[in-house]
């Protein structure tokens, strides 16, 4: 089992800057990819990013060169800094670990509760 904590979302201006956290209670080394997805309303969940536990990262096109996804080992804690931010960006953000690599898309057992991110002036 992995319990997650995420934190972070909020109220943006378009191009503006947000960053997420999301604490978890297993050691990243032991998550065989950890990931943001995001489900704005009347939408599917997509992917955002994803990170391995060898630390390859992986984008969707959408957000390539404006969204970043690090982790910090030492305190189990992912993070996605979101910059550029535009409207469509606009969703609730879930972080998600999974046991097992089944593709970057494919999320694994384990999400966090959801944070709100609004881009909007």
């Known amino acids: 089992q992995v319990q997650l904590v995420e934190s972070g979302g909020g109220l943006a201006q378009p191009g503006g800057s947000l960053r997420l956290s999301c604490a978890a209670t297993r050691s990243l080394l032991r998550i065989n990819k950890m990931g943001w997805y995001r489900q704005a309303p009347g939408k599917q969940r997509e992917v955002v990013a994803a990170?391995?536990?060898?630390?390859?990262?992986n984008y969707a096109d959408s957000v390539k060169g404006r969204f970043t996804i690090s982790r910090d080992i030492a305190k189990n804690t992912v993070y996605l800094q979101m910059n550029s931010l535009r409207p469509e960006d606009t969703a609730v953000y879930y972080c998600n670990a999974a046991d097992r690599f089944s593709g970057w898309a494919y999320p694994g057992d384990y999400w966090g509760q959801g944070t709100q991110v609004t881009v909007s002036s």
């Open positions: 990170i391995t536990s060898g630390g390859s990262t």
